[in-house]
């Protein structure tokens, strides 16, 4: 069925205390080569028909990001794109 | 800088109350075109050097993760994949 996708992110100059506390953790197992890690939110919307891509910005817009803190964007889902399988 | 994208989502076979929940507002926004809504995670690794996908892949099991509901794709973000504006 047709998908569309939205990620959801912090805006670049939000903290993320989430990601940060990944970050700090991962010392402890032996990673030393990560710079920043970001936690943000991806949403699959599932269309009856045609993915609608303005009808998804407008869900993002109203349900999904807090626009004061969050930016997101809004795709397509290619076809062979899930996570449904560990790749 | 070179960045790993980690997307999470809920195994098919988990329900999902969060996505559910905005899936049943969506009728009183006018939307009644779209048939589910499912809500995972999308983490952003930054790497000092060389993204590296296996040691991206063993943090997303062992920090990012939890296996028993949930399923990961690891991927290089492409060069002009980015959150920082609305698209």
Redesign the interface.
């Known amino acids: ?1 047709p998908r569309v996708v939205v ?3 912090l ?2 100059e939000i903290l993320d205390p989430q ?1 940060q506390a ?1 970050a700090n ?2 010392p402890r ?1 032996g ?1 030393s ?17 045609e993915p ?1 891509l303005d ?1 998804a ?3 993002a817009d ?3 990001a807090n626009p004061v803190i969050e ?4 795709r397509v889902a290619e076809a062979d794109e899930t ?5």
């Open positions: 069925m990620d959801v992110m805006k670049p990601g990944v953790a991962l197992l990673v080569d990560v710079a920043s890690v970001r936690i943000g939110r991806r949403i699959e919307i599932e269309f009856t028909g609608d009808r910005r407008e869900i109203k349900l999904l930016d997101f964007t809004v996570v449904d399988a560990r790749s």
